[in-house]
């Protein structure tokens, strides 16, 4: 498994920030790479910057895996694409941003139990800071569906409906694909954060309730640790989005959401911090191909987007792709529209899906690779292979034979979903250092400047 190694930590994020002085505080001055001044008299009254920070910690980063197979290091293609991520991480880093940076994945049933989602999460908010465990669904279409350092569950009352084994039949899930309807009143689902054993996870103090509000809407109460905090109309004009948000010192808590009267779909719940830092929303639905989710309402899909507010929006679809190929192109196509018109300042990575057979590689899975490829080179966008980061063809026989995958041959044990995570994060992080590398230390004495550097501006 690549690492970075201490020797590069004290340069990764020097070039990402920098401060102004008339002298340096180094012994070693860094060079500007900013625009190059008009005239002799302004490039000798320019300041010459000293980068503050260095690469943040890792010490408190969970240990490598022990597996007995480790391949090779898989870069992310077109990785200049992620720049306005790989800015907001620095941000983060230096301690000048004053938002969390949200990360949105959606992916299939090898997403339903978090379990790479959750290993990033932990391993990015171990590094960069946490944010919070953000996005949870409030119901639960499959017994297997969970996530990571969190606690949620459906007590009674609630029915669960998924866009793919479950459909509600008018597309108006919300990102998650899932959501719960209220079948009779004191019905209850909630969320709360995770054991104090757990990695990360532990303490919120934000919290958020997703729902839909439409006509003839019904009523649903909110509880944070087991007093009430509001009751919530859900009837509207139309059809849309709705949040409920409420704020509490920060530290362990509850949220329930009961059921009240008439008809109320909620769609799920967000916890966060305060302080800024990492955020892994993960949206895991079974049996869910590119082709469904096209099926989402467009509108409804852009809202959450726009709310959410990410940095970076990851794709990690397709191993279900086997025999709908021809729909994922104009899929994609449409989904990338709905998140430019949302989010045009975010980042897009697609992900080759995982491979898949129980001798050898699936002739279908192969060209969901290839088509996975060319599609994001077509769309301009970043792109992982993860099938070549598992190993290449043949690669989830040697996972199912090292209980890194299920005797199915398709899905990842926690292990084996940790190992892909981690293996993500890995790529992640020799893109931001390469990114660190490729700018050095810019002073900017006007936005117009700092623009003019080509540092990535942010929403």
């Not at 340096?24 to 060079?31: G, I, L, N, S, T």
């Not at 689902?189 to 809407?217: H, I, M, W």
């Not at 191909?289 to 409804?300: E, M, P, V, Y």
């Not at 990338?336 to 129980?358: C, H, I, K, T, Y």
Request: glycine share 10%; hydrophobic share 40%.
């Amino acid at each position: 498994m690549s690492r970075l190694k201490a020797s590069q930590s004290a340069r990764l994020l020097a070039a990402l920030g920098c401060a102004c002085a008339a002298e340096p505080q180094h012994e070693q001055r860094v060079p500007e790479v900013v625009a190059p001044p008009t005239s002799p008299a302004q490039a000798a009254s320019r300041p010459v910057c000293v980068p503050p920070v260095s690469l943040p910690d890792q010490s408190g980063r969970l240990p490598a895996l022990s597996v007995p197979f480790d391949p090779a290091p898989i870069e992310i293609e077109r990785e200049q694409k992620l720049a306005g991520f790989y800015d907001a991480l620095a941000e983060l880093a230096q301690g000048k941003r004053d938002r969390h940076v949200r990360v949105a994945v959606f992916g299939d049933s090898n997403l339903t139990m978090d379990f790479t989602t959750g290993r990033m999460r932990r391993q990015l908010s171990r590094i960069f800071g946490e944010g919070g465990h953000g996005f949870v669904a409030l119901g639960k279409p499959w017994s297997h569906y969970r996530h990571m350092d969190v606690e949620h569950d459906v007590v009674s009352g609630w029915k669960a409906y998924a866009m793919t084994t479950s459909p509600t039949g008018d597309g108006l899930y919300g990102l998650g694909g899932i959501a719960v309807e209220a079948m009779f009143p004191g019905g209850k689902t909630f969320v709360k954060t995770s054991k104090a054993d757990a990695p990360v996870g532990q303490a919120a103090s934000r919290f958020s309730v997703l729902y839909l509000q439409r006509p003839k809407g019904g009523r649903f109460k909110v509880e944070l640790d087991k007093t009430p905090k509001a009751e919530i109309e859900t009837q509207a004009d139309a059809v849309g989005l709705g949040v409920f948000e409420l704020q509490a010192e920060e530290g362990p808590h509850r949220l329930d959401v009961i059921a009240d009267r008439g008809p109320t779909r909620v769609f799920g719940a967000v916890l966060e911090r305060e302080k800024p830092g990492i955020i892994i929303d993960s949206f895991g639905v079974g049996s869910l191909n590119t082709k469904s989710l096209g099926r989402h309402d467009g509108a409804l899909f852009r809202s959450m987007l726009k709310l959410r507010d990410y940095e970076l929006v990851i794709f990690l679809l397709g191993a279900n792709d086997l025999f709908t190929m021809d729909a994922v192109p104009d899929t994609m196509r449409k989904v990338q529209g709905w998140m430019s018109e949302a989010l045009p300042n975010a980042a897009m990575l697609m992900v080759a899906p995982p491979d898949r057979g129980f001798r050898r590689s699936m002739p279908e899975t192969l060209r969901v690779v290839v088509q996975r490829e060319a599609l994001a080179k077509e769309l301009n966008v970043a792109y992982w292979d993860q099938f070549r980061a598992m190993g290449g063809q043949g690669s989830m026989r040697k996972f199912v034979d090292t209980k890194l995958a299920f005797s199915d041959a398709i899905h990842y044990t926690e292990l084996g979903g940790a190992f892909v995570g981690d293996r993500l994060v890995d790529a992640f992080l020799r893109g931001f250092q390469r990114r660190a590398s490729s700018r050095p230390g810019v002073c900017a004495e006007s936005p117009a400047e700092l623009q003019s550097a080509s540092l990535t501006p942010h929403r």
